[in-house]
């Protein structure tokens, strides 16, 4: 057994008050808290899965070969219409986030 056995009854009150905190904690994160944490950088963690997806998604669109390739949606339709828009877009959120921030 791995019990530790406390006399004190002050000190036991405080352990079993130390871990109702941490539960109520891990309760109140969520899914995505579990994942990513709590505060003021989850967003930036959260859009940075986001950008890094994306562009994984296109690498291995890029590395595919050509035969597997959709005709009609190329590399150039993929970089040009989607992950440059996407990834500019995510940019300037980051940075008008850190200047709105700055500001108050």
């Known amino acids: 057994m ?3 056995e406390i006399q004190d009854p002050k000190v036991a009150s ?3 008050a130390a871990n109702a ?3 109520r904690r891990k309760a109140e ?4 808290g579990k994942f990513y944490g709590s505060g003021e950088n ?3 963690y959260i859009v940075g899965t ?6 994984l998604v296109a690498l291995v669109y890029t590395l595919t070969p050509e035969r597997y390739r959709s005709p009609e949606f190329g590399l150039k339709e993929m970089w040009t219409l989607v992950v440059l ?12 986030s ?6 108050s």
């Open 2 to 4: 791995n019990r530790l």
């Open 14 to 16: 405080k352990i079993i």
């Open 21 to 23: 905190e941490s539960e």
């Open 29 to 32: 994160l969520g899914f995505l």
């Open 42 to 44: 989850v967003r930036l």
């Open 50 to 55: 986001i950008a890094l997806g994306i562009l």
């Open 85 to 96: 828009p996407v990834e500019s877009t995510i940019i300037g959120y980051l940075i008008g």
């Open 98 to 103: 850190r200047t709105k921030e700055g500001r």
